[in-house]
């Protein structure tokens, strides 16, 4: 992520992708500087948060939710889509009301504080620790294919992941700042082999008609194709810093988005001209079995390994970023700054790295007594994500109401067709979420709701007045 969040006492959480400082105004009503950020870095910073470790396991899971390869191709079209609305709708809040809070920002701006403390609530147990458990089972089902460790080899390489790297943080070990630039190479390093091993190098396949799935469901696809897609809400994030954002900010949405879309296009035309829809189904590591049937069993070996590295990479820096969630809460939350979340050795928040990895070792736990892993973590954080999206939504609408003399740089076109159509997807796919996605949904809604009371309980009344 970009940018830093703030909090009601100013707290700061850094995010692993900075390559920019944000111009964006402080609370004190201070202008930003000009921007400087041209097209071609605006669409670099965008692809480069986007196209991560997904693309080499959620493929798998698209799979075995459709009929035929024209509709899991098509639903990656659909993602694409989908994903330049959202961003159109974020690039107007985010250049409106400019702030390094993001969604925290808007929901309590157009709420009140009350509703953007719940998603603090939100990020720090169920969204960040489900995605640090999530990432883990990435790296599991990766490593498991360099090191089996039998039946629970994935969740047991999943935890141990999970223990060294918060423990290294717990340390002090500092990010250093090349883990971002380390991880997109690695990541862009497995993309090219899989691209080549599997549109130019694979020999032609014998086309069968794909078996029908056990389930199908587009609606439960689609939350991991847009899972996959996940990071285009950074926009919000990068309006103070381009420049002419009125004239750039379109161009930069449409070129990334039209990018991102070919990129994740051509890969699944690779799984598929390597592995076929069936063969993508049953795969548990898409990408090191598409490279070994093409390169032989070093190709899938040296992938493997590649996308482990990649994988611990994202997961350090997710474990370093959702602890100063956690501190920043602790500091807006006097009952939660009294479990000393905000407590630190020479800055390194010690107390809220080791809450956090003992509830993303819980999820691992949870994930390992289900059928996958990584499904289920996608499961346990995709209702409360849609949610959180849908009111992003509807607060568009709200402060457009509320302030219609706000100064807007940009406006998202079609108004108010965009936000709309927008709002009318979080929904479908909070249904979705919600009805297809089993156990793991149901628990993290649970995990939510608790939020509410100990928000209720634990906020200064003072608070309670919008932003």
């Not at 008609?209 to 996940?230: M, N, Q």
């Not at 007594?369 to 568009?396: E, H, K, N």
């Not at 079609?414 to 936000?419: N, V």
Request: net charge positive; proline share 6%.
């Amino acid at each position: 992520m970009s940018g830093e969040l703030r909090g009601p006492n100013s707290a700061r959480v850094w995010h692993t992708f900075k390559p920019f400082e944000c111009a964006m105004p402080d609370h004190d009503g201070r202008e930003p500087p000009h921007g400087r950020m041209s097209v071609l870095q605006g669409v670099a910073f965008i692809v480069g948060i986007v196209v991560g470790i997904g693309i080499f396991k959620s493929p798998q899971l698209v799979a075995q939710s459709v009929t035929s390869e024209a509709a899991f191709i098509s639903l990656w079209v659909v993602g694409g889509l989908i994903t330049l609305v959202g961003a159109l709708v974020y690039a107007e809040l985010g250049s409106s009301y400019p702030s390094g809070g993001g969604e925290y920002h808007f929901l309590s701006r157009a709420f009140g504080r009350p509703v953007g403390l719940l998603f603090a609530w939100a990020r720090v147990t169920v969204l960040q620790t489900g995605i640090i458990a999530a990432v883990a089972f990435v790296f599991g089902d990766y490593a498991q294919q360099l090191v089996p460790l039998g039946p629970h080899g994935t969740a047991i390489h999943a935890a141990l992941a999970l223990s060294i790297l918060t423990l290294v943080n717990l340390l002090g070990s500092p990010l250093g700042k090349g883990f971002q630039l380390a991880l997109t190479s690695l990541t862009l390093t497995a993309v090219v082999a899989v691209l080549v091993a599997g549109l130019c190098l694979a020999p032609p396949r014998i086309a069968t008609a794909p078996s029908d799935p056990a389930t199908a469901a587009i609606g439960f696809a689609l939350v991991f194709v847009l899972l996959t897609y996940g990071g285009w809400s950074e926009i919000a994030y990068l309006s103070g810093d381009l420049k002419d954002v009125r004239r750039n900010m379109v161009r930069v949405l449409v070129i990334a988005t039209v990018v991102i879309t070919m990129i994740y296009v051509l890969m699944n035309l690779a799984y598929l001209n390597v592995l076929g829809l069936d063969g993508t189904r049953k795969s548990g590591a898409v990408g090191a079995d598409a490279l070994r049937k093409v390169a032989g069993p070093h190709g899938g070996i040296a992938l493997a390994l590649v996308i482990s590295c990649a994988a611990l990479s994202a997961l350090n820096g997710t474990i370093f970023t959702g602890a100063r969630l956690y501190r920043a809460v602790g500091n807006d939350l006097p009952l939660l700054k009294r479990l000393r979340l905000d407590a630190s050795r020479d800055g390194n928040p010690t107390v809220a790295f080791a809450a956090q990895g003992a509830v993303a070792m819980a999820l691992i736990v949870f994930g390992a007594m289900t059928r996958d892993g990584f499904q289920a973590m996608v499961a346990y954080t995709a209702p409360v994500f849609w949610l959180f999206l849908l009111l992003v939504g509807i607060s568009y609408f709200i402060l457009h109401r509320r302030e219609p003399d706000q100064e807007q740089p940009f406006r998202a076109p079609f108004y108010p067709f965009t936000p709309a159509l927008f709002c009318l997807t979080c929904v479908y796919l909070l249904y979705a979420s919600l009805v297809y996605t089993g156990r793991g949904a149901l628990l993290g809604v649970a995990v939510l709701l608790i939020g509410v009371p100990v928000v209720w309980l634990a906020m200064p009344r003072k608070t309670t007045k919008r932003p």
